[in-house]
């Protein structure tokens, strides 16, 4: 169960990460969210203050910073204690079509958000779980690192190299009471897109992607799922 167990949560100043804590404060989590945008910050703690003030906190800093990353950790090690679970949530995919023309940029932002701020997060949660010999690493990847895409392949790059990651992890952890779990969702309605024109509405909603960390974390402690993959029927359906 989640009643009281610490998490730390990338992102959950908007999309999947502000619904998956609100799913799990109420659930009784206490939620730690790493934010980059103090926007997000002030929006999301308005709407989710309700679900239980005193168990949400946020830290304004970016998973591209070792520093701000270990700084966050230790801050939420002050606000809720021991660490249960750590999410990886935050993640930034841009549209590069033709690999002629794509800025060098473009390529750094996705790889050091998506792939070096998984890294970072995932060390200082091992340092942590490693001494009680409990813990529970979940990454958001997503179906982009599992198959190509030609209108995006950098963005699939670093989903894969975030999926090399959790999985050397998993293998490295196992016979150490730490579950790693990689969650894989087809397309999710969120910021993510933009002003693009894709059919939204028959993408997954955060929601759904949060009942399925929702669902995951609560297993029994013996179950261990290496990867939830999932997608909306309307949009395999097409």
Known sequence: MLQEKT????GAGSGIGKATAKKLLALGAKVFSLECSAANVAAAR???????????AFFEGDV???TQVRDAFEACDRAFGPLDVLINNAGVGVPT???AVAETAVFERQFDVNAKGVFFCMREA????????SGHILTLISMAGQRTNPGAPLYCASKFAARGLSGGLADQVLQEGIKVTDVNPGPVDSNYWGDRQV???KFLRPDDVAEIIAFVL???DHVVVRAVDFDS?????R
């Open 233 to 237: 029927i309307h949009w395999l359906a």
């Open 199 to 201: 059919p939204r509405e």
């Open 97 to 99: 079509p033709d690999l």
């Open 64 to 66: 591209r910073d070792e």
């Open 46 to 56: 308005a709407e989710l203050a309700e679900l239980g003030d005193q168990r949400l």
């Open 7 to 10: 998490v730390f949560l990338t």
């Open 218 to 220: 609560q297993l029994p």
């Open 126 to 133: 091992l340092r942590r779980m490693r001494p009680r010999k």
